[in-house]
């Protein structure tokens, strides 16, 4: 194939993320969009100018145009996407989790195994430019062995309660990514995690059985200590920093600004406000990741982020959870 | 018209600034590209997926498609394209300056009011979300009035000797995106200009009859006081700043990182070198400038930048050179 | 009396932290100095222009000039120089921790009590002008209500292993000043701590039974959760900073340094490194505590930082010692 | 000597900047305190212990125990101090500048020489951690060969306009600690000054015959380009930085503040206001310009700030102050 034909599969908030970084690639093109609402559908080419649309996903499945897919729908259908998807001999980029329970995620698996193509999953902030360079730090020995390891992640504002009911819980709907951050940056398994939890922010969100502030500890095999800092409010915006201690030194990334403007008056020294969505503050990560999965199937490499990289996020939600639950560390050989 | 289409009048470097963001934009769409190199067109049309091409300019702007033109040639062609695009009824993005003399940026500025269209010439500074928001914190009063204004702007090398040579003059090839910020950030008419430059970088430069470092000082007449300090060298890279203090406060830039990360170690707290290249620097102002331009000729607007904001910085350029050569303050109205 | 008459009981390195406050201070000056070694003693009186020196502590608590004692020998000294000073009825000012056993601790605070004499802990750190920040922010409801708390607190480089072997262990020699900033800046009490904790530094501590890395959860009763990040090496030199999240802000500080000055060249932009030594990082602090000692005794005030203030971080370094070594939340009810 | 014994002549404001670092140092003491009232001299003795004081110059120079004064006069005193304790064969620490003519000072540095006495000028800002720093850039060759200064230099707010009539006019009075600083910088002598100046502040000081904003331009006899911004009125406090670009990198100077810690809520990320009063932000380079001299002094060495370092800055205010009424570059050589 000389471009790749991409079609979606779900064309919601999320995959405006994608969307704009696929429309007339050199790489790829977007060949058709699927929803299950045809407006969504109608909508995506619109914008975006793509030629075809569908409600049918099994429609799409079976262009011949379609060489990928890209599965934005709610986490709940993702792993029958997945399924279909890699029956139909199409590579996939899934959305993260791929489900969140592990029977499932271990099906979808099997299935894109099966089938050869190429499954990456959607964790995007391991393209972002600060993430990567403390990697790259890492990687590089700038900053010598790391020793601890602490991940900031804070929204700006709680979703809906109708969506913290239905969203797995805030280890699995928010946390899910600092824990595959936690895997990126630091190489060697955790073995444990210890989580305190509560709810600091709304209350409607503890009576819907879910926290709103966290944090979790992590315990490498290597000796690597970490931790998560989680909460559903930051009223100063979109907080995500992380900062590593290693033996020769240590690195740590600040937040992006809309501007690098310094106010000064008689009351203060003053900056704007951090960017506040998350479309703003990772479009450089989803603009690389799906550049990433192009690159991966027109040359057949590995994906970046791979199925199992999917999987194990789920099993240390899970054991943040049950971490929570029984007041105790919690190790990831108890969960699966 | 639905959407506006663009003719580009040369494709080289420049033009690379403005093509991405008027492909298959909502309201923009690149109808065709002209360049005196075929190979140049032809090289555009393969990258941005442009239909039509030409070597000839009077064909370009025969076509009924070509609503505008974006003009990126050397300077030394901005005239005549600027003259023929008015005389074919096309609304016209013109590269800065229009021209070297007076004389016949006039001639232009004339011909486009004749033809009644729409002229913005590219300041793409006033853009950047950084010195807009200068701009905005003048205009909201957040520092009260302005006293005192400084500009940096260095380059992070100089250019070859042979572009020098052609380029005009320091004050005419970089000053002038300067003098540009220092009317747009200001209320008031610079009346007199006193220039302290010389060779710091590279005698080869100086040989050329140009300089590589200067400080110019503004006088406003409404007594704000101005500098623009210019070097062809700056080797920690792309320096691009404003400081203004005001009666009531200040504001100030910094310059604008690949990443947010810090890195420290035995030897020092540091980060990575700011953007380099003007293209990753001032991305964010090249793709709102031309959105600008479009909306402007859709919405029969003013333009932001008009032809006389084109022509004053011009004069100031000239009032420069006339102060460093005469070691003195030149005022406006000697220029013209 | 006029001004307050200072005897200090220990000429060692922690006791140049508070001498040069106290010398000829408007309010106090030192009467005597005592130390068991001779030539400690006559080194203060060179050093600081005191008059009189003795070894003998009975010696210096008979003088009627001393009205207050400063107790800055080993830690192994402290109750015994606390019994005897307020049997002798002098106020007294003692570096932390008062002892290493909660018995100990309680016999001592009984004593002070019984006399009737002020006592002060030698925590310092709360009359940091940046710790102190943190806290006012608190107390001004500039934050709203803290949810979570992360304390950052790294020596530059680890003390000699037979230091290690006499200190009480990390948590007791180190942590417990974080364990007092913890108290000091949440208006709550911790009840529940665990411990992830190491050797990454140097194999000879952990042969010397100790730890060099740790990562201590705090579980306050009002639900604010708390870190505290401790390691005996930071290459870049001491790091001491806390940052809180609130329901309204957060707050955060950065190290000190030497200068304010920012290098930039071709290979990066950076500024020397923070202050190495915790009497140049500290030096204001350590100025104002003794201030505030002084004070409290001459105005009979209470002294900000109690006997109580003094017990409690040893009860927590015995629970997060516990928790270390049971590998599970320790209840502070659990300690005593 | 063993110790320095300092006479003070004048017990004013700027002398409680160098009198707490010469009370019982290890090197010096304060044998007497002079001045004309009988009050002022009286408090002296009080707040620094001092044991001798008179309101007769000619008395305190005729003291056996004074080494060596102090001058901490009016500035229309300073002349006559130096000339007096010069024939007393008194070193001297003069605050600047010596005299506001010429002549004067002529006058003064002959007596000086004659004498063979000492002679340090109050330039303290040699000796402050961020200006130092820079100087020991550009001496080690950090950023290579200079070729851009900027001097940032502002007041927080003007003084009482009965204080501006006898100042000498800003640029004697404000100016002159940057016209030292311009030359501490750069290893080059300036030859020729253009100012740009007028009244922004306040009226009343225009009608009392003085500016309150400055741009004033150097030009070095090596080709470095100076500027100094000065300004009466800086809203958000004490603003003083300096900024040299070089051929091979560039160092800059930030303000100094009262803490680090940066507060972020619904509004902004912000720190509290730099350092305000001028004793606080120079504490350390009072201090360690006063050890300097007593070090000069006692090992007989030169001081580090001469008489003709304090006669070349008072050359370059008349300077200053010919181009800003004449309008046009005034070179070094037309002064004397």
Same mark, same amino acid.
């Given at each position: ?104 995620? =271990?099906? %979808? /698996?099997?299935?894109?195994?099966? #089938? ?7 964790? !995007?902030? @391991?393209?972002? &430019? ?81 926290? =709103?502030? %966290? /944090?979790?500890?992590?315990?490498? #095999? ?7 800092? !989680?909460? @559903?409010?930051? &009223? ?83 054991? %943040? /959870? ?15």
């Amino acid at each position: 194939m000389s471009r790749l034909g991409i079609g979606f599969i779900g064309c919601g908030g999320i995959h405006n993320a994608h969307a704009p970084h696929l429309v007339d690639s050199e790489d790829a093109f977007i060949a058709c969009a699927m929803d299950v609402s045809e407006d969504a559908a109608k909508a995506h080419c619109e914008k975006y100018g793509t030629k075809h649309w569908t409600t049918d996903r099994a429609e799409l499945l079976a262009r011949e145009d379609v060489d990928a897919v890209v599965v934005c729908t709610p986490t709940g259908f993702h792993k029958e996407a997945v399924l279909d998807a890699a029956a139909a001999g199409k590579h996939i980029f899934c959305e993260k989790p791929i489900a969140l329970d592990l029977a499932a995620i =271990d099906r %979808a /698996l099997a299935a894109v195994d099966e #089938a050869g193509v190429k499954l990456q999953i959607g964790f !995007n902030r @391991r393209f972002d &430019p600060n993430f990567a360079r403390v990697r790259q730090a890492i990687v590089n020995g700038e900053i010598g062995a790391p020793a601890l390891l602490h991940i900031i992640s804070r929204d700006p504002a709680p979703p809906p309660i109708s969506y913290v009911k239905v969203s797995g819980g805030m280890f699995m709907d928010m946390t899910i990514h600092d824990f595959d951050m936690a895997r990126f940056l630091i190489d060697s398994d955790v073995e444990e995690i210890y989580t305190q939890a509560g709810v600091t922010v709304d209350p409607a969100i503890g009576e819907a059985g879910d926290v =709103d502030t %966290a /944090l979790v500890v992590l315990k490498y #095999a290597n000796g690597v200590i970490g931790t998560i800092d !989680n909460c @559903r409010r930051a &009223p100063y915006g979109y907080d995500q920093r992380v900062e590593v201690l290693g033996s020769k030194g240590a690195i740590s990334t600040a937040n992006n600004y809309p501007n690098a403007a310094t106010l000064s008056d008689g009351v203060s020294v003053r900056r704007d406000l951090p960017l506040n969505f998350f479309m703003d503050r990772y479009t450089e990560s989803f603009a690389n990741e799906v550049a990433a999965f192009v690159d991966a199937v027109l040359n057949d490499r590995p994906t970046p982020v791979s199925g199992y990289d999917g999987r194990i996020p789920v099993v240390m939600g899970l054991a %943040a /959870l049950k971490s929570h639950r029984e007041g105790r560390p919690v190790k990831m050989s108890e969960i699966g």
